[in-house]
């Protein structure tokens, strides 16, 4: 390692995180591809694989933090640390941007060009499709018997009996998480203000909110497959509606993981009106989080 005065440039030593953590991911990929094909394996590999990310994720955090505040680090490294947050959060956009557009695609094109076949053909394959969105009967989910001309549900759809509502559960979360964002800035002006204490309220108050936003996710869940029979084999709604709520709802729990990790650092004593990078990487992070759930509010729940 080299020193960090003048023009020299920290180098870290040889750390064995990446690699664990690589296998972390392989190990979980596998664990969530037995589960959703139904192998009673699956979930024991997914979780002995999350376990281990948790453990890379204490153990890498813990080696940053200790470079961190032994003064290894530099304005080149700094700015090093920046470019790298940017460009994974632009990487999280384009992400998000092709669940959207699939989305899109299927609401303004493949579901009308199912609808805007032969009537005649369409009333023999299809009897009960109604080609509008969010598409509650997909193509398929019921078959004709050919004795007596009745249609019949597939047994491997899950027909859902109404759409989730945005003015529940999702426009109270909303509010959740925009207020959050308020909590996250206004503890971010405490610390450029070498206001302690309103630093550590407002990570508090963003940490609660970020859990509860969570909290009700899981509980909307519960209802829409318990009570609206919307699930992964709903069809196109279910399954972009799991895909890009649940996908951004990992992204909360992730950022109110990070967020709770810099709260316990500020309440040591870390962090100062000059140097806080580690702060300003997960608002970032966190504001990004908040324009998601915005797009999804929208188009998911709203539109």
């Known amino acids: 390692m080299t020193a960090t005065n003048g023009n ?8 064995p995180w990446p690699i664990v953590s690589s296998l972390a ?16 394996g699956g979930t024991p590999i997914l979780l002995v694989g999350a376990a281990l990310m948790i453990f890379v994720m204490f153990g890498w955090f813990r080696a940053v933090i200790n470079e961190s505040v032994s003064g290894k680090y530099n304005s080149q490294v700094d700015l090093s640390f920046r470019w790298g947050m940017s460009w994974f959060i632009f990487s999280e956009v ?10 899109f695609y ?38 004709i018997n050919a004795k007596t001309g009745f249609a019949f549900a597939d047994p491997l759809f899950d027909i859902p009996k109404h759409v989730v509502s945005a003015w529940g559960i999702p ?28 630093l550590i309220l407002g990570l508090l108050a963003t940490v609660i909110l970020g859990f509860l936003f969570i ?19 709903s069809g196109i709604y279910g399954s972009t509606f799991y895909m890009l709520t649940g996908f951004h709802g990992l992204h909360v729990t992730l950022g109110a993981t990070m967020l709770t990790v810099i709260l316990f650092r500020a309440m040591v004593g870390h ?11 997960v608002a970032w992070y966190w504001h990004f989080v908040d324009v998601v759930w915005l797009g999804l509010f929208i188009f998911v729940y709203w539109l």
């Open 171 to 198: 426009a109270l979360n909303t509010i959740i998480l925009l207020s959050s964002g308020l909590t996250v800035t206004w503890a971010h002006w405490g610390l450029k203000k070498q206001n302690r204490g309103q």
């Open 25 to 40: 991911i392989f190990i979980m990929a596998i664990g969530f591809a037995s589960m959703m094909q139904g192998s009673g």
């Open 106 to 143: 299927v609401r303004m094109y493949s579901v009308p060009w199912l609808g805007g076949g032969d009537p005649g053909t369409q009333d023999l394959l299809w009897p009960t499709f109604n080609a509008e969105w969010p598409l509650m009967n997909p193509p398929g989910a019921e078959h």
């Open 215 to 233: 909290g009700f996710q899981a509980y909307e869940y519960g209802h829409a497959i318990e009570e609206l029979n919307l699930t992964l084999s």
């Open 94 to 103: 384009m992400f998000f941007a092709a669940f959207f557009g699939a989305l």
């Open 271 to 281: 962090f100062s009106e000059h140097n806080h990078f580690a702060f300003e990487a």
């Open 8 to 15: 020299h440039y920290y180098i870290p030593g040889p750390s």
